[in-house]
């Protein structure tokens, strides 16, 4: 079985400081790694994704995470963070076997602060 | 593109009462998943549809919960009778029949049972 520790629950953070959302998992098998976020009142919207090749990916608004087997880790980073980027996001993992449902940690409340 | 669709988006109803959702697809998308989100918590998957078969359904409480998905696109999801506990947000989510496909979620139905 697969699981998905955020270490944060909330994280404010001032308009354009760096922000890093910490995201660990625990699996006996190879998985994916999956990063979504969820705005006030829309549904959760995929962020990013690992699935193999390079270990650092990166999203279309400035995200980027790092996949380290090692710690078995996949932060999520902004070098500067701006007050649309006010959300829930939530780390996601599952199997690299077939098409898997997806398991989520509790999720990290980011408040961006101007 | 249109999204998934799910209704209601709310409902209020009352311990040991029954209560149904419904979830429309993206067209073309094989995949269907039922997740159940308490607040404060990330996502659970409940049931996961292929086409009109349930691949995974193993987290769900089936003395109370149901789930059908006829003719392998839209699909309903039943509580009853519901509990307490049941307050939660319910997700669904659709992806092609591919490995690693992204699932694409809906605006959710939130439920509160009194």
């Known amino acids: 079985a697969q699981s998905v520790t955020q270490l944060d629950s909330q994280v404010p953070v001032f308009e354009e400081a760096p922000v890093e959302l910490r995201c660990n998992y625990s699996s006996s098998v190879s998985v994916y790694l999956f990063w979504y976020v969820q705005y006030p009142n829309q549904g959760l919207q995929l962020l990013l994704k690992y699935l193999s090749g390079s270990t650092l990916v990166e999203s279309i608004n400035g995200f980027e995470a790092e996949f380290n087997k090692s710690q078995t880790s996949f932060h999520l980073r902004k070098p500067s963070v701006h007050i649309s980027d006010t959300a829930e996001y939530f780390c996601?993992?599952?199997?690299?076997?077939?098409?898997?449902?997806?398991?989520f940690g509790k999720g990290t409340r980011l408040s961006v602060i101007a | 593109e249109a999204g998934v669709a799910q209704s209601p988006r709310y409902k209020i109803i009352e311990k040991r009462q029954s209560v149904a959702f419904w979830c429309n697809p993206i067209s073309g998308h094989a995949t269907l998943y039922w997740y159940q989100q308490i607040l404060g918590q990330g996502p659970k998957l409940l049931i996961q549809?292929?086409?009109?078969?349930?691949?995974?359904d193993s987290q769900l409480p089936k003395d109370r919960f149901s789930a059908e998905r006829l003719k392998g696109v839209d699909s309903t999801l039943k509580i009853q009778p519901a509990k307490l506990e049941d307050s939660a947000v319910y997700l669904c989510?659709?992806?092609?029949?591919?490995?690693?496909?992204?699932?694409?979620f809906g605006p959710g139905t939130r439920l509160t049972v009194l």
């Open positions: 989510a659709s992806s092609l029949d591919l490995v690693a496909a992204p699932q694409f």
């Open positions: 996601a993992v599952s199997r690299s076997s077939g098409n898997t449902p997806l398991v």
């Open positions: 549809f292929q086409n009109n078969g349930v691949v995974d």
